[in-house]
């Protein structure tokens, strides 16, 4: 199941974006809880982040950020993560599944999303997915905790 994030997720997110498995492929360097909360309020406020459960516990989280004017068909993927402790057990890509049907019934035709080259394990879900390799982007994302860059492999789905 997906649904929007509120205000009661914030510990779940907190700990997903801040988990030493997940933060270095996710956007926000490692915080404290009292200097992620406006960022949690703002993600809050531009309701693009979603929650996925199965069976009423919390497994994951995603970005759906839809884009605009002669790019409305599109949107990108970002922020996703599964739980740590829910890992290896099917759920990325029953996951992404489901937000290619959802994304599908909110009219979007493209689904684009970018991961570290380094991070085989994404790349390998977003393919098994039917997402397709389109590119490299050189340097794109700053580690500023270690100053390493990282290459990301751009892909996307399209209907």
């Not at 993600?43 to 693009?48: E, K, S, T």
């Not at 069976?55 to 950020?65: Q, R, S, T, W």
């Given at each position: 199941m997906i649904r929007k994030i509120e205000n009661q997720d914030y510990e779940f997110i907190f700990n997903l974006y801040m988990h030493p498995d997940t933060n270095p492929y996710l956007m926000y360097e490692v915080m404290a809880k009292d200097a992620f909360l406006p960022i949690y309020q703002d993600?809050?406020?531009?309701?693009?982040v979603y929650v996925y459960s199965d069976?009423?516990?919390?497994?994951?989280?995603?970005?759906?950020?839809p884009l605009t004017y002669r790019s409305s068909h599109v949107a990108y993927l970002g922020g996703l993560a599964v739980?740590?402790?829910?890992?290896?057990?099917?759920?990325?890509?029953?996951?992404?599944?489901?937000?290619?049907?959802?994304?599908?019934?909110?009219?979007?035709?493209?689904?684009?999303?970018?991961?570290?080259?380094t991070n085989e394990k994404a790349v390998h879900l977003y393919t098994k997915a039917g997402f397709e390799k389109e590119g490299i982007l050189k340097k794109y994302t700053h580690l500023k905790s270690g100053n390493i860059f990282l290459d990301e492999v751009m892909m996307a789905w399209v209907i």
């Open positions: 993600l809050l406020q531009r309701d693009i069976e009423g516990k919390d497994i994951g989280m995603f970005k759906l950020v739980h740590p402790s829910s890992a290896g057990k099917g759920y990325g890509f029953k996951m992404m599944q489901e937000i290619v049907v959802f994304a599908q019934k909110k009219g979007f035709l493209r689904i684009e999303l970018s991961t570290a080259v």
